[in-house]
């Protein structure tokens, strides 16, 4: 069964920076894609950022230029490098993952880490 455990969260002040990070209990190389979602107070799921397993990148509005998306293979994790960050970047933060085997699609997500942007 895969797990993914995110870690990094916490309050930071406007302007401020976070990395965050999803440990995966197996290699990061049997998922299609990885990515991040965030869910605020009150409001929806919504995709932040994603990679692929051919490294390709791509970001939602709200995160383009301020955010990266990176991995480690050797450590199955992949990281969330967020700076300039704004109070309406607080939210809880989710890791999550697709497989792809003989055709059939399985996502999996951890349990998220706080992320509070406040002075």
């Known amino acids: 069964q895969v797990q993914l455990v995110e870690s990094g969260g916490g309050l930071v002040q406007p302007g401020g920076s976070l990395r965050l990070s999803c440990a995966a209990s197996?290699?990061?190389?049997?998922?299609?894609?990885m990515g991040w979602y965030r869910q605020a107070p009150g409001k929806q799921r919504e995709w932040v950022a994603a990679i692929t397993l051919g490294g390709s990148t791509n970001y939602a509005d709200s995160a383009k230029g301020r955010f990266t998306i990176s991995r480690d293979y050797s450590k199955s994790t992949v990281y969330l490098q967020m700076n300039s960050l704004k109070p309406e970047d607080t939210a809880v933060y989710y890791c999550?993952?697709?497989?792809?085997?003989?055709?059939?699609?399985?996502?999996?997500w951890g349990p998220g880490t706080q992320v509070t942007v406040s002075s």
């Open positions: 999550n993952a697709d497989q792809v085997r003989l055709g059939v699609l399985k996502t999996y």
């Open positions: 197996g290699s990061i190389f049997s998922f299609n894609a």
